[in-house]
């Protein structure tokens, strides 16, 4: 069974900071592993995805994920914070076979 | 192109109610999944959809069922609502079966259903 966890329900970071948010996951088969962005009352985005390839992946708005299999991460990380930045990030596992599992999500913060 | 369409965006029912909710995936899309988003459980798996065959199920009571058309769209109706189930549901459209899992979904807006 596959799962993901994400240290820290909420972070908080200044606007201009470098945002950090940790994932981790488990999966029994190499993992295809995602981030998304949720905004208030909306559904959620694709930010970035990792499958195969290159483990430093580059998404959309800015932000950045590198998968490491030693460490069974994959952070995602954007060098300076925006104000719009402010929303719920959810990272989420699949494989070749497996179901779609999303972890708990953590809420940034963006201080001005 | 459109996105993917859910409808309506919010809801009220009362408990033991039934309730329809809807799915337009984006077009060309043949896969439907469903998901209810409440801040204790987080996102959680209902069932996928795909040439209207159900195709993979989560861990929710017999209560919750969809179906999917010939023309992809697709719904999910909950029926004697509890007041548990109040929630956002979203649904999440691919192109195929198991393209998801390998290249993620596109997700609607979601449904916020509040059951009183």
């Known amino acids: 069974a596959q799962s993901v966890t994400q240290l820290g329900s909420h972070v908080s970071v200044s606007e201009g900071a470098l945002v950090l948010l940790r994932c981790n996951y488990s999966?029994?088969?190499?993992?295809?592993l995602f981030w998304y962005v949720q905004y208030p009352n909306q559904g959620l985005q694709l930010l970035l995805k990792?499958?195969?390839?290159?483990?430093l992946v580059k998404g959309i708005n800015g932000f950045e994920a590198e998968f490491k299999k030693s460490e069974t991460s994959f952070h995602l990380t954007k060098p300076s914070a925006h104000m719009s930045d402010a929303a719920e990030y959810f990272c989420?596992?699949?494989?070749?076979?497996?179901?779609?599992?999303f972890g708990p999500g953590t809420r940034l913060s963006v201080l001005p | 192109k459109a996105g993917v369409t859910q409808t309506p965006r919010y809801l009220i029912k009362t408990r033991g109610q039934q309730v329809t909710l809807s799915c337009s995936p984006i077009?060309?899309?043949?896969?439907v999944s469903w998901y209810q988003q409440t801040p204790g459980q987080g996102l959680q798996f209902l069932f996928e959809?795909?040439?209207?065959?159900?195709?993979n199920k989560g861990n929710f009571p017999g209560r919750f069922s969809g179906r999917q058309f010939s023309n992809s769209r697709s719904e999910m109706n909950v029926s004697t609502l509890e007041l548990g189930d109040s929630a956002l549901y979203l649904c999440?459209?691919?192109?195929?079966?198991?393209?998801?899992?390998?290249?993620?979904?596109?997700f609607g807006s979601g449904t916020r259903l509040t059951v009183v």
């Open positions: 999440a459209s691919s192109l195929e079966a198991g393209t998801g899992e390998l290249y993620g979904y596109t």
């Open positions: 077009s060309g899309h043949r896969s």
């Open positions: 990792y499958t195969t390839g290159a483990t």
């Open positions: 999966s029994s088969v190499p993992p295809y």
């Open positions: 959809y795909f040439s209207e065959t159900q195709r």
């Open positions: 989420a596992v699949s494989g070749e076979g497996q179901n779609f599992v």
